[in-house]
Nanobody, 117 residues
Framework: QVQLVESGGGLVQAGGSLRLSCAAS??????????MGWYRQAPEKQREFVAS???????GYADSMKGRFTISRDNARKTVSLQMNSLKPEDTAVYYC?????????WGQGTQVTVSS
């Protein structure tokens, strides 16, 4: 069974930075062959796409994250990271990683990011 464990969230002031990490494990997942993504869910809102990284290293971002967020991956360690700069209060959400889907693997617990104004 695939497990995804996110970490690195916290409370930060507007304009600050955070770096999120996601560790993937599970015999059924060949990480290096999987396009990965970060997603987020704010209170009372649906989960939304944040960023993606493909097996060739190419990346994609939601419009509101372009220029502020950077996604990266380490295939040897089976991790995917999200560097978030110039954070805004509207970035407050629980952040999740998963394959770039749908479909998706079971969602992890996520990591809470709170940006104060």
């Amino acid at each position: 069974q695939v497990q995804l464990v996110e970490s690195g969230g916290g409370l930060v002031q507007a304009g600050g930075s955070l770096r999120l990490s996601c560790a993937a494990s599970g015999m059924t997942m060949i990480f290096s062959r999987s396009a990965m993504g970060w997603y987020r869910q704010a209170p009372e809102k649906q989960r939304e796409f944040v960023a993606s990284i493909f097996t060739d290293g190419s990346t994609g971002y939601a419009d509101s994250m372009k220029g502020r967020f950077t996604i990266s991956r380490d295939n040897a360690r089976k991790t995917v990271s999200l560097q978030m700069n110039s954070l805004k209060p509207e970035d407050t959400a629980v952040y999740y990683c998963n394959i770039y889907g749908p479909p998706f693997y079971p969602w992890g617990q996520g990591t809470q990011v709170t940006v104060s104004s």
